[in-house]
């Protein structure tokens, strides 16, 4: 059996994740396909807008075969890590291929990338570093590194400037680093080549357009841009939001104070000091962020670091954690199962199918991530004990 | 000019808190009132039901001349703390007399414990702690202790099975333990020689009675019971309880877990993985509260610890705390600001009339005390530093 890997966070789940997934299983003759899904907290250091089971559902329902949570430990940190974690799991679990999306749809101005990265190491690594030490932020450092490596070749490179190809790029140089067989295979978004006869015209919107739309008018607008299945399950869900959580950050900020905040994942140089003032003044979620925003970090990161702070995520937690140490399955299909079976005896990492008693760090975050989670949308605790993988 | 000092919650002031101060003025021939007042969290282990500065003016309004704030410290610690850091402030503004309710209503039989007490120290000290150790309650530890030692005097004792009297008892230690010359006075709490011609019939109930009032029915209902100035304050504020701060005591129990919540002060013997479950477990207060009571802590020690929980009030900063550092001023008339002028520069400890800037772990505790009591209910954090004393 051909298995194939995506990695997604399906916030929420839309026609362009559908269209993916179709495209993924056809481009790669694939028998199943295993998504790796953020679990409750996402890249980009927001929560998920429904909770990960019903994320799960929407996956199934799309046509994936398992799906597998991306650590929170790796599903809330910056790109490299987020992807080396992904191309872990998805190695473990055997897929012969990744299949992401760029904007180029083709690889090979990847492999050049990372050829050319590789026979220029020492002058990009170099180059990063200086940017950084400079109070650059990392995804313009690495532009401007990149930038300098591009004159030593002649072949295309693939653009970094786009968020989608830089995760692209992370997925194949994790791969190489970890030596995994994994195949990459890219599909262009959207605006490019992106567009499929089946669909109907303006059915694709991107998840944050979706979102933006949910919070801002009422759930029906977004009908258009998801399939049935996933739109109903969206509907039925209360949708989270910093907004929900901020009161509890606020809260946690001006408890723990400058002192404890610092030991917080991810909180370096002081900003500790800003984030406590800025909760003392701030009552909703933007205003804080228009007072903590900097030209030294990105919304991104900082919106990470507010996650690490809401969940307690401390360094020496962090520290605790390498690599994913456990696959936790979310949900599976009648296909994913027999796929699970042919692969179980080889598989380098306990198969977690409900979280039990257990001193994982990681697992311990995960299961943590989703009783704060809850606290925002009056759910209940301990969930990750009670529910099972969602069956298709 | 004779100062009088007294140790108040004012949760909310009552007409029997009125019948006290009036009391304790005629008593003592007071030109003074010195009220010290706990701040945002009281002895019990409980929010207060409005902020300090609507509590202060319900004093000023009532016939108090200067309020002091009772720093978080003592206010929520056990008797014997409590009652020290009272007297210690009470010294430290030169009060003539501490005047505080009873049972008897009379000093001598105080008078006597402590000299019963003072001569049977070995055996005193020995039941206590062979009480302590056996899982026995703090107040019943002292109980049997007393009653062991009761035995070797033939004046009447004071009995300690009463909250009030405990206090009482506690304050006249303290005053002997620091070696203070204020004098005790006590009055008869209503139900034994509590009754004034001036009040009408049934005009008197407790606090604990007015709130449970309050959060059943409305407010118009407790009308009868407080002096119209004070039920006016009552009536404008948002009262506070436990049910509006149990979402954040339950995220933060839920964030900490066990291994942090054992560095809160207070917390032993385990008790945190019973308030982690019970977190997990229960949506409202009083199922929590259900859920981890036990014979071995009084209801009341738990709510302390739950209170410590809240704020984060660890068990290193409150080794950093043996006795109020400082006299926080929250509110003063005209009669106490001659007072102040008469004596401030006798006074062995720093007048603090704004939180500025500073380093004192106490108040930086009382300000954060501040912050998180008004999470609860949408109030402004920093009103420490931006709020001066009530003048009347």
Avoid at 182 to 187: N, R
Wanted: aromatic fraction near 10%; include cysteine; glycine fraction near 6%.
């Amino acid at each position: 059996m051909i298995a194939t890997g995506i990695v997604v966070e399906y916030n929420p789940f839309h026609n362009g994740h559908l269209f993916h997934l179709n495209e993924a299983k056809r481009l790669t003759n694939a028998n199943v396909i295993i998504a790796v899904m953020s679990g409750h907290f996402l890249q980009r250091g927001e929560p998920a807008i429904v909770d990960k089971w019903t994320r799960t559902r929407m996956a199934l329902a799309g046509g994936a075969d398992l799906v597998i949570e991306l650590p929170y430990a790796f599903s809330t940190a910056h790109a490299p890590k987020f992807a080396k974690g992904s191309v872990q799991i998805l190695d473990a679990l055997q897929c012969k291929y990744i299949c992401f999306g760029s904007e180029e749809g083709s690889i090979a101005p990847f492999t050049n990338s990372l050829d050319t990265i590789d026979t220029n190491k020492e002058l990009y690594e170099k180059t990063i570093m200086s940017s950084v030490q400079e109070g650059i932020s990392y995804p313009n450092a690495l532009r401007i590194a990149y930038e300098e490596i591009s004159h030593n070749t002649d072949e295309p490179l693939a653009d970094l400037s786009e968020p989608n190809n830089i995760l692209g790029f992370h997925y194949m140089q994790s791969a190489r680093e970890i030596r995994s067989d994994i195949l990459p295979v890219t599909i262009a978004r959207k605006g490019t080549h992106f567009h499929d006869e089946a669909l109907p015209e303006n059915s694709i919107a991107s998840a944050t357009g979706i979102r933006k739309e949910l919070f801002a008018t009422d759930t029906e607008h977004v009908q258009t841009f998801m399939p049935p299945a996933s739109f109903n399950l969206l509907k039925q869900q209360p949708h989270q939001s910093w907004n929900h959580l901020y009161p509890f950050l606020r809260y946690t900020i001006l408890r723990e104070g400058p002192e404890q905040l610092a030991l917080i994942a991810d909180i370096t140089e002081g900003i500790e000091f800003s984030f406590w003032r800025a909760a003392k003044e701030n009552s909703t979620f933007q205003q804080f962020m228009q007072a903590v925003k900097s030209k030294r970090y990105t919304w991104t990161r900082i919106q990470r670091m507010l996650v690490h702070i809401l969940t307690g995520y401390r360094k020496t937690t962090r520290a605790q954690i390498c690599s994913p140490s456990y696959l936790r399955l979310l949900g599976i299909s009648e296909n994913g199962r027999s796929y699970l079976r042919s692969v179980k005896k080889e598989l380098p990492l306990p198969l977690v199918s409900r979280a039990g008693s257990h001193k994982d760090p990681s697992l311990l975050m995960d299961i943590k991530s989703t009783d704060i989670y809850m606290c925002g949308i009056q759910g209940e605790p301990g969930l990750d004990f009670k529910t099972p993988p969602i069956l298709l």
